[in-house]
């Protein structure tokens, strides 16, 4: 396993998560790396990576100003913090690794690794 996604869990609407992805090799870049959802019954969709530079975050617009994405790149860690959670936010959340080495991509095709996927179930 390349990616391994932990810290889901039960929370309130308005509470906060952290979500942490470890990445077992050093040949997955902490730039590439990304984090999407899939909620019951819908697709796969995007809800955080790192732009091209590798210092800013992109973001769905249904997350902006909610979730921020962050890295420690010595540990080959990615985090996802959640805060003022909704309802609509439950979902399984899988971390990811793109093809490219870098960061700026946010289609689901564009990424090779996918982790086991953490439930996040939001109550309201």
């Known amino acids: 396993v390349q990616l391994q996604a932990s810290g889901g869990g039960l929370v309130q609407a308005g509470g906060s998560l952290r979500l942490s992805c470890a990445a077992s090799?050093?040949?997955?870049?902490?730039?590439?790396m990304a984090w999407f959802r899939q909620g019951p019954g819908k697709e796969r969709e995007f809800v955080a990576a790192?732009?091209?530079?590798?210092?800013?975050?992109l973001y769905a617009d249904s997350v902006k100003g909610r979730f921020t994405i962050s890295k420690d790149s010595p540990k080959n860690m990615v985090y996802l913090q959640m805060n003022s959670l909704k309802s609509e936010d439950t979902a399984v959340y899988y971390c990811?690794?793109?093809?490219?080495?870098?960061?700026?991509?946010?289609?689901?095709?564009?990424?090779?690794?996918w982790g086991q996927g953490t439930l996040v179930t939001v109550s309201s």
């Open positions: 990811a690794s793109n093809r490219y080495k870098s960061g700026g991509y946010s289609a689901v095709p564009d990424f090779g690794s």
């Open positions: 790192f732009d091209r530079s590798g210092r800013s975050g």
């Open positions: 090799t050093r040949t997955i870049s902490t730039n590439s």
